[in-house]
């Protein structure tokens, strides 16, 4: 788990849920793992109903869960650009009176690209005119930065997220 700059935010992977205490903490899980246990869905035998109105997110409280896995860029093409903005405000709301930890499955793809998002487009404390600019940047705190899909996603709809 690793803070960027000067904020309450980190970036990490699936073993650092077991380092927080959710009073404490508001999480986005960025990753279809968490999103389908909540449900109780499985990727075989009880798969989810694509028009289940928390197939792709679902928030409550202090957590935001998002159907998204890593690779392809189809559900993040199929969610649009609001689901990126939900995660924005997600974090926009819980910044100021809690610790905000972003994570997937290894913390290399999904969660920072949604961190660098954050800090680019909201906190405006790395570039935000391009998503290459911001990359530059970003892998500078960020180093094990490595997206797939996402990545692709953000980069041709970075005008779109705000």
């Known amino acids: ?64 869960s998002l159907n998204w896995v890593d690779g392809e860029a189809f559900l993040y093409k199929w969610s649009g650009p609001e689901t990126f903005v939900k995660v924005l405000n997600f974090i926009d709301k819980w910044i100021p009176t809690k610790t905000v930890l972003i994570h997937c499955e290894q913390g290399q793809s999904r969660s920072p690209t949604l961190g660098l998002l954050y800090l680019a487009k909201r906190a405006k404390l790395i570039p935000h005119q391009s998503f290459d600019l911001a990359r530059a940047e970003f892998v500078k705190m960020y180093p094990y930065y490595s997206p797939s899909g996402i990545g692709d996603y953000v980069k041709d709809k970075w005008v779109d997220i705000q």
């Open 1 to 64: 788990m690793i803070k960027l700059l000067n904020t309450n935010l980190y970036i990490g992977a699936m073993a650092d849920l077991d380092k927080i205490n959710y009073q404490d903490w508001a999480v986005v899980h960025a990753t279809q793992t968490v999103h389908y246990k909540l449900f109780g869905w499985d990727r075989r035998a009880n798969k989810p109903d694509k028009n289940h109105p928390n197939y792709i997110s679902y928030e409550k409280d202090n957590r935001l």
